[in-house]
């Protein structure tokens, strides 16, 4: 079965169970916008959301449809279906502190449960919605599509509160940074300057599996940024991390 297919099977289930309509947000409508998914043979993660509650039920049903599908649900709410060789993530509709009032004080119109998970999420670059038949683009922020054309990660609301509720957003900042050449916003900036230290809060293993994926991407930008945001002291060096940083600092020496 191929990735066209799968989604029209998912959205044929939400209709006949009467749940909200499924889109696509995040990583493929994104990478679509920045040109890198041409067509669907490469897209091996997909995150779904029905904007609501009913992404959770959602994932159930579809696990249901394929048993030869693996089920799991996480501690953070959201759900996850692992079928031919694609990863399938539902959305726990996560919704920060007080987003509503963030919202109304910024002037955006006609909130609804969908726009409470979408301005919650930690870019505006990942706030696109396309519909499960990739014929349409959402930009419900208004500002997705327009920060990605300009090379800008940006928060949908105050960084503050962004970076704040979830510190891995800092490191997810610094891998997009490093992964697209974009520049960082002077809000966010601060926002990661000011919440670091947070970054000890999060599991070793995590916060070092993600420094090694950034040096991985590409260690000279990886590094300079990780650097700036002083993030290297707050952490056990991985081997690959600590081996990297000797032979630039011999590589100086020499110099």
Same mark, same amino acid.
């Given at each position: 079965?191929?990735?066209?297919?799968?989604?029209?099977?998912?959205?044929?289930?939400?209709?006949?169970?009467?749940?909200?309509?499924?889109?696509?947000?995040?990583?493929?409508?994104?990478?679509?916008?920045?040109?890198?998914?041409?067509?669907?043979?490469?897209?091996?993660?997909?995150?779904?959301?029905?904007?609501?509650?009913?992404?959770?039920?959602?994932?159930?049903?579809?696990?249901?449809?394929?048993?030869?599908?693996?089920?799991?649900?996480?501690?953070?709410?959201?759900?996850?279906?692992?079928?031919? /060789?694609?990863? #399938? +993530?539902?959305?726990?509709?996560? !919704?920060?502190?007080?987003?509503? @009032?963030?919202?109304?004080?910024?002037? =955006?119109?006609?909130?609804?449960?969908?726009?409470?998970?979408?301005?919650?999420?930690?870019?505006?670059?990942?706030?696109?919605?396309?519909?499960?038949?990739?014929?349409?683009?959402?930009?419900?922020?208004?500002?997705?599509?327009?920060?990605?054309?300009?090379?800008?990660?940006?928060?949908?609301?105050?960084?503050?509160?962004?970076?704040?509720?979830?510190?891995?957003?800092?490191?997810?900042?610094?891998?997009?940074?490093?992964?697209? /050449?974009?520049? #960082? +916003?002077?809000?966010?900036?601060? !926002?990661?300057?000011?919440?670091? @230290?947070?970054?000890?809060?999060?599991? =070793?293993?995590?916060?070092?599996?993600?420094?090694?994926?950034?040096?991985?991407?590409?260690?000279?930008?990886?590094?300079?940024?990780?650097?700036?945001?002083?993030?290297?002291?707050?952490?056990?060096?991985?081997?690959?991390?600590?081996?990297?940083?000797?032979?630039?600092?011999?590589?100086?020496?020499?110099?």
């Amino acid at each position: 079965m191929k990735v066209d297919e799968l989604l029209s099977n998912i959205e044929s289930i939400a209709r006949s169970a009467k749940i909200s309509k499924p889109f696509l947000v995040g990583g493929v409508p994104r990478d679509r916008v920045i040109g890198k998914h041409e067509g669907m043979g490469d897209i091996k993660d997909l995150d779904i959301t029905t904007g609501d509650d009913s992404a959770k039920k959602l994932a159930v049903l579809v696990a249901k449809k394929f048993p030869e599908s693996d089920y799991r649900m996480y501690d953070d709410g959201h759900s996850s279906v692992n079928l031919m /060789g694609l990863h #399938l +993530d539902f959305s726990s509709n996560f !919704a920060a502190p007080n987003i509503k @009032k963030e919202l109304i004080k910024a002037g =955006v119109k006609d909130i609804d449960s969908m726009k409470l998970e979408l301005y919650s999420r930690d870019f505006t670059m990942n706030t696109l919605l396309e519909s499960l038949d990739f014929s349409t683009i959402y930009d419900i922020t208004g500002e997705g599509v327009g920060d990605i054309q300009a090379g800008i990660i940006k928060c949908p609301i105050d960084p503050q509160i962004t970076i704040g509720v979830d510190p891995r957003r800092i490191l997810r900042a610094i891998k997009f940074a490093t992964k697209y /050449g974009f520049k #960082l +916003d002077t809000g966010l900036k601060n !926002a990661m300057r000011d919440h670091r @230290k947070k970054i000890q809060s999060l599991p =070793v293993k995590f916060v070092q599996d993600k420094i090694s994926e950034i040096v991985r991407i590409d260690d000279d930008k990886g590094l300079e940024m990780l650097i700036e945001y002083k993030l290297l002291p707050l952490v056990p060096l991985t081997k690959t991390v600590s081996d990297i940083l000797i032979q630039r600092r011999q590589l100086v020496k020499a110099l």
